[in-house]
C-alpha cells in the first residue's frame, strides 16, 4: 500500500481529483468512492479510458497488477479524507470550522462576506459539509487564499470529530444545538455531544483553542471550559465583543449590533427573513471584528446578503408573498418559523408545513408537539404535509404527500396572502414557489 506522504506528491505531479468516472479531467487522479447504490471501483477502468493518469481502488479484484495506473489502498475513503488533511497542511493561514443544528449555512455565508470584503475567503460550496463535501472543499485551498471557512454537519455519533480530523481548524464555531436528525444521534445529549467534538478538539489543540460563541446559549456554555471565549450575544454583558437586539421584521430583519470595544451602535436592515438569523448576523459580526473587518465594512456586507437555496428566503409571486424555508426542518427550525410568522404584522397567513425527518423514536411525538403549537398560532390556514404530520390529532388539512398539495392547488390556489413554506428537503416543498 502506498503511504499518503506518497500518493500525495502523485497529487502535486496531478492535481485534479476526481470521484466521479463522468468527468475525468485528461491527468486526473480517480478515487474510486463507494455509495449507498453504487461501487467507484467498477468504475475505474473506464476512468482511465478518460483520461485520468490514475485510478485509487481498494479492492484487489479491480487492481490490475500489470498495470501501474491503479493503486490500491485499504479505504478509498479514508485515502480521500488523509489526501485533503495533507493537502490542508500545506496552507498556513487561518481556518474556522463551522457547526451546529441549525443556522451553520447562513453562518458560513454570512461570515465569508464579512471576511471577503478584507481577505480572499475559501469557503464552503453549498451545503458539502459530509465526508465526502468537506475533502473536496479542502482540495480546492490554493495559494490564493488568506482564510478559509469550513462548514461541518453531522448526522451520527463521531461525524464531527472525524470531520475536524481532516479540517484541523484553528477557530471554531457553533451555531447552536437542537432536536435533529435524532435517528442518529439517539438523543438531544447525544446532539450536543458530537457537536461539542469541535470543541474537544480545539481545546486539545496546540495554540488553537478559540472559539466564538452565543452566550445567550446554556448548552453550548456548560461544554466551553478550557477554551478562549470570544462571545455575542443578545444580552447586556460587558464580557461580549458584540450584543445586538431586533428591531423590526416585517418581513426582513432588521437589527442593530454593538462593538463593546469601540463602544457605539450600528443599524443593519437585511434581506433575510426571520428574526432568529439575529444569532448568524452577530456571529458574522463577532468573527469579522476579530479579523480585523470594519464596522462599516460589516453593515455593508451584511445587509447586501441575500439568501438562497430555499433558506429564510422572500418569494415575491404574481399571486402571493412566500417565505420559503424548505431546505431542511427540525422541531428547533420549525419552532422559530413559526414564532417568527405569528410575529409578522402581515396577513393573511398561510402556513404550509412538511414532515421532520430523521426523528427517530422521538417523530411521532414532536410532530405533535409542533401541531399543538400551531393550533394557537393564529394563522389563518395551516397545511400539513407528509404522514407524520397526517397522523397527528389536529383539524388542519392534511396531505400524504407534495403531490396531493399539487393537486389542491389547481383548484384552490391562495391569492393575496403571506405564505410560510417549510419542511425536510424529502418532501420536495421547494416545488411549491412556482404553482403559488
Excluded at 480572499?120 to 472543499?137: A, I, Q, W, Y
Excluded at 393550533?375 to 390556514?381: R, S, V, W, Y
Excluded at 399539487?406 to 411549491?432: D, E, V
Aim: hydrophobic letters at 35%; charged letters at 25%.
Amino acid at each position: 500500500m502506498m503511504e499518503i506522504s506518497k500518493l500525495y506528491e502523485l497529487y502535486l505531479k496531478h492535481p485534479q481529483i476526481t470521484t466521479d468516472s463522468r468527468i475525468c479531467p485528461k491527468d486526473s487522479i480517480f478515487i474510486a468512492l463507494r455509495g449507498e447504490n453504487f461501487d467507484g471501483n467498477k468504475f475505474a477502468e473506464t476512468a482511465l479510458e478518460k483520461g485520468c493518469a490514475y485510478a485509487i481502488v481498494d479492492e484487489q479484484k479491480y487492481q490490475k497488477p500489470d498495470d501501474s495506473r491503479y493503486i490500491l489502498v485499504d479505504n478509498c475513503l479514508k485515502t480521500y479524507q488523509q489526501l485533503a488533511r495533507e493537502h490542508r497542511r500545506r496552507f498556513h493561514i487561518p481556518i474556522i470550522g463551522i457547526t451546529g443544528t441549525n443556522g451553520k449555512t447562513t453562518t458560513k455565508e454570512l461570515v465569508s462576506a464579512v471576511l471577503g470584503k478584507k481577505y480572499s475567503v475559501l469557503h464552503t460550496d453549498g451545503n458539502f459539509n459530509n465526508d465526502v463535501g468537506v475533502p473536496k472543499t479542502l482540495f480546492r485551498l490554493s495559494e490564493k487564499h488568506q482564510i478559509a471557512v469550513i462548514e461541518m454537519g453531522a448526522s451520527h455519533r463521531g461525524d464531527i470529530k472525524t470531520l475536524v480530523e481532516i479540517v484541523e481548524p484553528d477557530y471554531g464555531i457553533i451555531t447552536n444545538v437542537g432536536k435533529a436528525h435524532l435517528q442518529g444521534f439517539g438523543s438531544f445529549e447525544g446532539v450536543i455531544r458530537t457537536k461539542g467534538e469541535l470543541y474537544d478538539y480545539l481545546r486539545a489543540k496546540q495554540g488553537g483553542n478559540k472559539v466564538f460563541i452565543n452566550a445567550d446559549n446554556p448548552y453550548l456554555m456548560n461544554i466551553s471550559q478550557g477554551l478562549t471565549l470570544i462571545k455575542y450575544g443578545k444580552r447586556d454583558d460587558c464580557e461580549l465583543s458584540v450584543k445586538g437586539e431586533v428591531t423590526g421584521c416585517s418581513p426582513f430583519l432588521d437589527f442593530r449590533w454593538y462593538n463593546t470595544q469601540a463602544g457605539h451602535w450600528n443599524e443593519v436592515h437585511t434581506r433575510m427573513i426571520g428574526a432568529y438569523n439575529i444569532d448568524n448576523m452577530l456571529a458574522a459580526a463577532c468573527i469579522g471584528l476579530h479579523f480585523g473587518i470594519s464596522e462599516a465594512d460589516i453593515d455593508e456586507a451584511l445587509s447586501k446578503y441575500t439568501p438562497s437555496n430555499n433558506r429564510s428566503q422572500l418569494t415575491v409571486t404574481n399571486d402571493n408573498k412566500l417565505i420559503v424555508d424548505a431546505y431542511n426542518a427540525n422541531p428547533t427550525s420549525m419552532h422559530a418559523a413559526i414564532e417568527n410568522f405569528k410575529a409578522m404584522h402581515v396577513s393573511p397567513k398561510i402556513a404550509i408545513l412538511g414532515d421532520m425527518r430523521e426523528l427517530g423514536n422521538a417523530s411521532k411525538e414532536e410532530h405533535q408537539r409542533i401541531a399543538d403549537e400551531l393550533k394557537t398560532a393564529d394563522f389563518d390556514n395551516v397545511w400539513l404535509v407528509g404522514e407524520e404530520f397526517y397522523n397527528t390529532k389536529s383539524g388542519f388539512r392534511k396531505f400524504h404527500n407534495i403531490e396531493e398539495v399539487k393537486t389542491a392547488l389547481q383548484t384552490n390556489k391562495p391569492k393575496g396572502c403571506y405564505i410560510l413554506i417549510k419542511g425536510s428537503n424529502g418532501l420536495h416543498l421547494s416545488q411549491l414557489p412556482e404553482l403559488l
